[in-house]
């Protein structure tokens, strides 16, 4: 066991300041370090109040914060970040963590532990990965580790989707712990799957928290395993859709000696702390929305929702098809010309949505459709699909009425159908169809012709 002047000598080689005050502000003890971070002497601490050097509008906070390490209940590690003067005046922002040790004997005081801002593993995180463009997924991770900070722990924190299909999309602070593979299940269960009265009836905006007495059975095994001693939780909405709930921010909070689970207590830093980041995961989803409704405007055609032709060719790349053996299918609605005449453009789009939507359910997974322009689509299938058969469905769901109004309006398709050969382009297959297509046309429409 080392002496005293040991571990006063590990303080003040340490980067950080650390303090002990006692319960009215008045400072008992100094590191040296607060030499080099505030610019006072070592003998700094004796007869001061840290309160005297916190900038007016922090005050409160500090005051809120001692006022609860002062509560029954003993809370432990309390961060916060303020703004404290030093010895030239000047405001500097630090991040402080208090550690409540008011009953050991020994201290009787609360240990503070001070870093200026470049120290910080900071909240701000997020926005700076998605001003660097970097994925969704990071942006997520590092929103829910900034809520898994607390003091001197790190703790488990999950980002959840509420239309997540499988626990394989909750997005981990610790991905790499142990803690995390046993808790994802469980956690997707609790929010997801059979989703529990308090994430029920939860709204956009709120923190909550959940006790045992609120969690079923295998949830309360893999808690005393892991020593986990309740959940909290925050519900997300993205910034530009504010009551739409779309994510859980979920967190584990460990049980003592590390902190001191308090179903329903929420210490005001550690609101403002959530808070902050709730505000980053609005933010990041929004951001994550628009990039997704702007990337899809650049690959489909408006109106049908189809590929456009660009984006056609690169979407049989990734998913590697128009190779030997792919069926080609190109398909042109008959007469289509008269209905634009007769009844307007407005009537001729519903028909040219109708025929997308009907394209859309009939195609095989795998498949590929595109609106080529006009009232032309080409669908490119995989080997396994008899593109013939396909064809064929189309044609007859093609010409079922796609409107009532004004009456009863219906609009036949004709088909060229070409099979990929070996050594052959896709362009090549393409072509063939359209003249197998065309062929149909001069054979009376409605139909499907299949070139060799």
Same mark, same amino acid.
């Given at each position: 066991?080392?002496?005293? !002047? ?10 950080? =300041? ?10 008992? @003890? ?29 005050? !409160? ?16 590690? &309390?961060? *916060? ?79 959840? #989707? ?22 994802? #299940? ?28 609120? +969690? ?21 909405? #993205? ?7 779309? %994510?859980?921010?979920?967190? +584990? ?8 689970? *308090? ?14 980041? *709730? ?32 984006? @056609? ?25 008269? &209905? ?11 028909? +040219? ?6 394209? +859309? ?16 689509? =080409? ?48 362009? %090549? ?24």
């Amino acid at each position: 066991m080392q002496n005293p !002047s040991f571990h006063r000598a590990v303080l003040d080689a340490s980067r950080s =300041v650390t303090l002990v005050i006692g319960i009215d502000g008045s400072v008992m @003890f100094a590191s040296r370090g607060v030499q080099d971070i505030l610019g006072y002497p070592a003998t700094w601490a004796e007869g001061r109040n840290i309160l005297d050097y916190i900038h007016p509008e922090d005050v !409160s906070r500090v005051v809120e914060s001692l006022a609860l390490a002062d509560d029954n209940r003993e809370i432990r590690y &309390i961060p *916060m970040t303020i703004l404290i003067r030093d010895n030239e005046e000047n405001w500097v922002e630090i991040d402080i963590v208090s550690s409540n040790r008011l009953s050991d004997p020994e201290i009787s005081g609360i240990i503070v532990n001070i870093q200026t801002a470049e120290c910080r593993p900071a909240y701000s995180d997020p926005i700076t990965a998605m001003a660097k463009n970097e994925s969704h997924a990071r942006v997520m991770q590092l929103i829910a580790q900034g809520v898994g900070r607390g003091g001197h722990v790190r703790r488990p924190s999950f980002f959840v #989707p509420i239309d997540a299909a499988a626990d394989s999309e909750l997005i981990c602070s610790m991905p790499d712990h142990p803690i995390s593979e046993h808790f994802k #299940p469980e956690i997707f269960k609790l929010f997801v799957a059979e989703p529990i009265d308090k994430v029920d009836v939860s709204e956009a905006g709120e923190l909550l928290s959940v006790n045992r007495s609120e +969690l079923p059975v295998s949830t309360l095994k893999l808690m005393d395993r892991w020593d986990i001693a309740g959940i909290r939780f925050a519900v997300i909405a #993205p910034n530009d859709t504010p009551h739409e709930v779309t %994510h859980y921010l979920v967190s +584990l909070d460990y049980a003592l000696p590390e902190t001191l689970w *308090m179903d329903g207590i929420w210490s005001p830093t550690g609101v403002q702390q959530w808070q902050e980041l *709730m505000q980053y995961a609005g933010i990041a989803l929004s951001h994550e929305r628009n990039r997704i409704k702007l990337q899809r405007a650049a690959s489909r055609d408006t109106l049908t929702d189809l590929f456009n032709r660009s984006e @056609f060719v690169k979407e049989l790349t990734r998913q590697n098809l128009g190779t030997e053996g792919s069926g080609v299918l190109f398909i042109d609605l008959d007469d289509f010309k008269a &209905i634009n005449d007769r009844y307007g453009h407005n009537i001729g789009d519903i028909a +040219l949505v109708t025929i997308a939507q009907n394209i +859309l359910k009939a195609l095989p997974e795998q498949g590929v459709a595109c609106r080529m322009g006009g009232d032309e689509f =080409v669908i490119v299938t995989p080997n396994s699909i008899d593109a013939r058969a396909l064809a064929e469905s189309l044609i007859t769901s093609c010409a079922e009425p796609f409107t009532t109004e004004p009456e009863p309006l219906t609009v036949s398709a004709s088909i060229g159908v070409a099979q990929i050969r070996e050594d052959e382009t896709l362009e %090549h297959a393409i072509q063939r169809a359209d003249i197998a297509l065309m062929q149909a046309k001069q054979e009376g429409k409605h139909r499907l012709v299949s070139c060799d």
